[in-house]
């Protein structure tokens, strides 16, 4: 690895650094909203583990960092299933399990949302679960379902993420969640030979995104966006992400974390135009849906319709390269490669929408404790994102995996990839995804359904908005 890459990565947790403040700050400068989800000016401390030579009585629990042989299965959940999401999963934690004298489990859940609600009010959860919203994590903890870490699990924690992502699974100066993927999501995905032969050219501000949709409508050619928002209980999430990306863009950070934290009403007219704004852009002449509708057509199902070339850009995650269809090329010079660029800002302040996914555990057993201090290590990282590019196809094949675990080497890590943690680390203003903050009622819940209901046409981005604040909790 050259040093300039290095540089790079260091930078993107520099930037990360930043953004710890509590939401509601005046502070533009890269720090994010947490709310009181997570409070961001809290952080768990972390004591010593307990020494490896003292045995414990047979009468007590054992430490945490030692597995006391008498349970030998671990189960973990989560929303992530796609074959090499899962495989991943299952490959690097079976393989930790072989290690421990452990069974693993993995099962990823397209209704996990759902599911994991069912689960727990029935007395029955896994033993680990992975959430995508820190705010409801902090639900199910005030709520007495999920435990602390250990002394280990949460040392390793502090040692190997910075402040900005631990920050997350902390609750009431509390730490619960562990750090495990980090992702990009001002990303439009592309192909740059397209582009080309097209007359086009990438734009650099949102006019210029604008004006370059109006052009490929005129010109009669693919549409220009492909766009799905169908996942099952969480249908509708797709539309939140360009939301918070256009609240960002429009309105800035202050706004947005005023937002997040309820101070201005989810129904301000700020948020009622950024929600139009999207709505706007997608109608019939702009938008390709591979299923009949926005709504029909699954989130993952926009890469293959991208590359078949029924449409010229995709706006979504740095994740999605794990559906991108098996055997395309990324990013270099072919005729059929897929590229990103920066979703373009208005005023050059070049904000970023990011998010990332927390374990947590259900139960106190040693052994689930060392799973997630092991979670938390670069170690796991790097063994994850090499199972997973080699689920994709291997070679010059993306994983859709990203992590800002301290200490990892970027090098496992394919040169589009690394190209993220450059975007990350030239951005000055980064925000966690709005909705994955919000409490669960609303950003798990009438934000999609309502926002779902807006792309339907059933509802008027007010509409939707009065809903959505009706139901935030008192």
Not at 251 to 259: A, I, L
Not at 399 to 418: F, H, K, T
Request: charged residues 20%; proline residues 6%.
């Amino acid at each position: 690895m050259r040093r300039p890459r290095w540089f790079s990565f260091l930078a993107l947790l520099l930037v990360f650094g930043l953004i710890a403040a509590a939401c509601g700050s005046d502070d533009d400068e890269g720090d994010v909203a947490a709310e009181d989800e997570a409070p961001a000016e809290e952080e768990a401390a972390a004591e010593e583990e307990a020494p490896a030579e003292e045995e414990a009585p047979a009468e007590e629990e054992a430490p945490a960092e030692e597995p006391s042989g008498d349970i030998d299965s671990i189960t973990v959940t989560g929303p992530e299933r796609d074959e090499s999401e899962a495989g991943a999963y299952q490959e690097v934690l079976g393989a930790w399990g072989a290690e421990n004298g452990i069974e693993v489990n993995y099962l990823g859940d397209a209704d996990w949302e759902a599911n994991i609600n069912t689960q727990v009010q029935g007395g029955n959860p896994p033993d680990i679960s992975m959430f995508p919203q820190p705010g409801k994590l902090a639900e199910f903890a005030r709520d007495g379902h999920l435990v602390p870490l250990s002394d280990g699990a949460a040392a390793a924690t502090a040692t190997n993420w910075s402040e900005a992502w631990t920050v997350f699974g902390n609750v009431d100066g509390v730490q619960y969640g562990v750090p495990a993927k980090a992702d990009l999501k001002s990303l439009v995905w592309y192909q740059p030979a397209a582009f080309e032969a097209a007359g086009y050219e990438v734009p650099t501000t949102f006019d210029e995104f604008t004006a370059l949709v109006d052009q490929m409508v005129a010109d009669g050619g693919p549409k220009p966006l492909c766009v799905g928002i169908e996942s099952g209980q969480a249908t509708g999430w797709t539309y939140t992400d360009w939301v918070e990306d256009m609240v960002l863009r429009q309105h800035g950070p202050e706004v947005y974390d005023q937002w997040v934290s309820h101070e201005i009403p989810f129904n301000d007219p700020q948020i009622v135009e950024s929600m139009d704004t999207v709505l706007q852009l997608w109608n019939e002449d702009t938008v390709f849906a591979s299923s009949g509708t926005i709504a029909a057509t699954a989130f993952q199902d926009n890469g293959q319709p991208l590359v078949d070339g029924d449409c010229f850009m995709h706006r979504q995650a740095s994740f999605y390269s794990a559906f991108i269809p098996e055997g395309t090329t990324f990013a270099d010079g072919s005729e059929d490669a897929v590229d990103v660029f920066y979703f373009p800002d208005i005023d050059g302040s070049k904000p970023v929408l990011g998010a990332g996914i927390l374990a947590a555990a259900f139960n106190e057993r040693p052994e689930v404790h060392q799973l997630l201090e092991f979670l938390s290590s670069p170690e796991y990282a790097e063994q994850r994102q090499t199972a997973q590019q080699a689920l994709k196809g291997g070679g010059d094949a993306l994983s859709g995996y990203l992590s800002a675990a301290i200490g990892q080497d970027p090098s496992v890590y394919q040169p589009l990839e690394q190209s993220f943690l450059d975007i990350l680390a030239n951005s000055t203003i980064v925000r966690f995804d709005a909705s994955d903050l919000m409490p669960a009622d609303v950003g798990a819940g009438t934000f999609w359904t309502e926002g779902t209901s807006a792309v339907n046409g059933d509802k008027t981005a007010q509409e939707a908005a009065d809903t959505i604040e009706a139901s935030w909790p008192s």
